[in-house]
């Protein structure tokens, strides 16, 4: 089993959809874990980290389920420019430095 | 100001050639990460720096594969007798001591290998 999990899609939604995407991933003791987007031949680039209480930055909301060991992420009235790939990432609470990256979720919004 | 940078930002070579890659990190950032990806796949971690403690292997996928990191600043990533499957983006990242804080990429290096 993958340390980190996702769906890779492609999700295609309409423009003003509702999408949702979940990760799983494998460490319990995990301790840290974020959202990042990576447009096509592009770098990563941090969307938002996630907290235990859930946050939410504008259209998109972060969640942390320890119990089922998923995050997710929520992006409310999808936009064309939110396409993109998002990559879950973990850090887990191994006493080494590891960051796991998970493949991605592929989405497209389209007009 | 300046953010990560890489070079080259391509390198096509022959296989069996050894190659560099290097790495500028942010100014004062303590954390500098390597990680590989693959057409169509995700980040693999490679190798970890942080400060003046041991670095973190874990990720590098055999010997012939090493890095450095001189003076707590620039990186070197060096492949030896490259193989076709190491053809792949080389991306570094560096971020402040603290581990919640985000990693900044740099836009990466992509290595073909003949």
């Known amino acids: 089993r993958k340390e980190v999990e996702q769906d890779p899609g492609p999700f295609n939604v309409p423009e003003g959809a509702t999408v949702a995407f979940n990760c799983t991933y494998s460490n319990s003791a995990s301790q840290s874990f974020f959202w990042y987007r990576q447009d096509c031949r592009k770098e990563p680039k941090l969307l938002m980290s996630?907290?235990?209480s859930g946050n939410e930055d504008g259209r998109f909301t972060a969640q942390l389920n320890r119990a089922s060991q998923y995050i997710s992420l929520l992006i409310r009235d999808s936009k064309l420019s939110d396409s993109a790939t998002y990559l879950c990432?973990?850090?887990?609470?191994?006493?080494?430095?590891?960051?796991?990256f998970g493949a991605g979720t592929r989405l497209f919004v389209k007009a | 100001g300046a953010g990560v940078s890489q070079s080259p930002s391509n390198k096509v070579t022959e296989k069996g050639k050894d190659v560099e890659l290097r790495c500028d990190p942010i100014?004062?950032?303590?954390?500098l990460y390597w990680y590989r990806q693959s057409l169509g796949q995700g980040l693999e971690f490679l190798i970890y720096?942080?400060?003046?403690?041991?670095?973190?292997k874990s990720g590098l996928p055999s010997d012939r594969f090493s890095a450095e990191r001189t003076g707590g600043s620039v990186s070197t990533l060096t492949i030896q007798r490259t193989q076709q499957e190491d053809s792949a983006v080389y991306l570094c990242?560096?971020?402040?001591?603290?581990?919640?804080?985000?990693?900044?990429f740099g836009p990466g290096t992509r290595l073909l290998v003949l």
């Open positions: 990432v973990v850090i887990p609470n191994t006493g080494g430095f590891k960051t796991i």
């Open positions: 996630v907290y235990s």
């Open positions: 990242a560096s971020r402040p001591s603290k581990k919640r804080e985000t990693q900044y």
């Open positions: 100014s004062g950032h303590t954390a």
């Open positions: 720096f942080q400060g003046n403690s041991a670095p973190d």
